[in-house]
T-cell receptor
Framework: GAGVSQSPRYKVTKRGQDVALRCDPI?????LYWYRQALGQGPEFLTY????????KSGLPNDRFSAERPEGSISTLTIQRTEQRDSAMYRC??????????????????FGPGTRLTVT | AQSVTQLDSHVSVSEGTPVLLRCNYS??????LFWYVQHPNKGLQLLLK??????LVKGINGFEAEFKKSETSFHLTKPSAHMSDAAEYFC????????????FGAGTTVTVRA
């Protein structure tokens, strides 16, 4: 079956513009995650959804970053008034974990190919 | 809080020789530990995971890792490297307080010499 897809794969934008990054999770996966990966670093957690509810947004760097998942499927990460320091790979993941999951950590997060954002 | 330290940013091995990627972790609660691999222009793929069952974990493509609580380590090994193992490898930890939040190490790039 299809894996996690992200679009666009590459995005170049000018400083000050808004960008929207899309994530389409694996069908039926209830949990969705966003991570940001700077060059030479591992991914860092941004935010997490369970169905349509944003459960944790503690990793969002500032209020220019927001995310939504209105119907519990596709998610959009929006960055307003982009800055050069926002340049990074943005990765989305999904997992089949549900609200009443058992032992945490047993569910694999399936990652998409990422969106490479460059702010000039 | 949880974190991981990958002790080598780059490892170079000859094809057919063993591979060792070192990882130390820090976690306040019972950790789950993972190794992910990233091939160029591909998404991250799970190699193996430890979630408090057997301390020696076998994964895909002949990789295995051993959880050593006394040493807070989770090193990844493979007896014989193949050219297709050239990739970037990430050691990852989550703990029971925030099990959904994966904390990645900085990664180890593996090159395989013919």
């Amino acid at each position: 079956g299809a894996g996690v897809s992200q679009s666009p794969r590459y995005k170049v934008t000018k400083r000050g513009q808004d960008v929207a990054l899309r994530c389409d999770p694996i069908s039926g996966h209830v949990s969705l995650y966003w991570y940001r990966q700077a060059l030479g670093q591992g991914p860092e957690f941004l935010t997490y959804f369970n169905y349509e509810a944003q459960q944790d947004k503690s990793g969002l760097p500032n209020d220019r970053f927001s995310a939504e998942r209105p119907e519990g499927s596709i998610s959009t990460l929006t960055i307003q008034r982009t800055e050069q320091r926002d340049s990074a790979m943005y990765r989305c993941a999904s997992s089949p974990r549900g609200r009443l999951a058992g032992r945490p950590g047993t569910y694999e997060q399936y990652f998409g190919p990422g969106t490479r954002l460059t702010v000039t | 809080a949880q974190s991981v330290t990958q002790l080598d940013s780059h490892v170079s091995v000859s094809e057919g020789t063993p591979v060792l990627l070192r990882c130390n972790y820090s976690s306040s609660y019972s950790p789950s530990l993972f190794w992910y691999v990233q091939h160029p222009n591909k998404g991250l793929q799970l190699l193996l995971k430890y979630t408090s069952a057997a301390t020696l974990v076998k994964g895909i493509n002949g990789f295995e890792a051993e959880f050593k609580k006394s040493e807070t380590s989770f090193h990844l090994t493979k007896p014989s490297a193949h050219m297709s193992d050239a990739a970037e490898y990430f050691c990852v930890v989550s703990d029971s307080s925030n099990d959904y939040k994966l904390s990645f190490g900085a990664g180890t790039t593996v090159t395989v010499r013919a």
